[in-house]
């Protein structure tokens, strides 16, 4: 849970890299809801519906929020602009062929973020989170010829890949 009075300063400063570090702090895992739970959200801090709105954009045109749709939707928050649109094409295009140095699957997965999108080791757990939690990652056992081990499968759903 986010401290409501710290998001209604960080918002009458002004600054949205603050608010960003303090949501993505709060809620690691993301902020379980449809579009509207992160107006809902702000609204609670005592912003007006339109003031909500608009600080939501700016959240999300930042690239420090974005709603993941689907079985699990949710909003998830990164302390640092992260493009999920650029992230879900490379790993359409690149990740089923990717093969790292590392054995464990999430550890490749994170860097793998990290060298393609150039992000921290923090934010690259950050993004990781988000997406386990919304079920669009998750590990899985790939048996194959050349590969017989576990691996990070990334299915985006249709609905978000219409969304970016």
């Known amino acids: 849970m986010v401290d ?23 809620y ?28 939501a954009g700016r959240l999300e045109e930042g690239g420090y929020a974005h709603h993941l749709p689907g079985a699990s939707p949710r909003w998830v928050f990164t302390s640092k602009p992260v493009s999920f649109h650029k992230l ?24 793998f973020f990290e060298r393609h999108l150039g992000l921290d080791r923090e934010v690259a757990e950050e993004v990781y989170r988000g997406l386990e939690a919304a079920g669009y990652a998750a590990v899985v056992f ?5 590969i017989n081990r576990e691996r990070v499968l990334f299915e985006f759903p249709e609905v978000f890949l219409k969304q970016v």
Not at 38 to 48: E, R
Not at 100 to 111: D, F, I, Q, V, Y
Request: aromatic residues 4%; charged residues 30%.
């Open 4 to 26: 409501l009075e710290n998001v209604r300063q960080l918002i009458e400063q002004g600054d949205v890299e603050a608010l960003a570090r303090l949501l993505s702090g709060a």
């Open 28 to 55: 690691p895992t993301g902020l379980v809801g449809e579009r509207d739970a992160l107006v809902t959200l702000l609204m609670k801090a005592g912003l007006s519906h339109a003031e909500a709105v608009r600080w």
């Open 88 to 111: 879900a094409e490379m790993i359409k295009s690149e990740w089923a062929g990717f093969v790292g140095k590392s054995s464990e699957a999430p550890e490749e997965a994170l860097e």
């Open 142 to 146: 790939q048996e194959a010829p050349e």
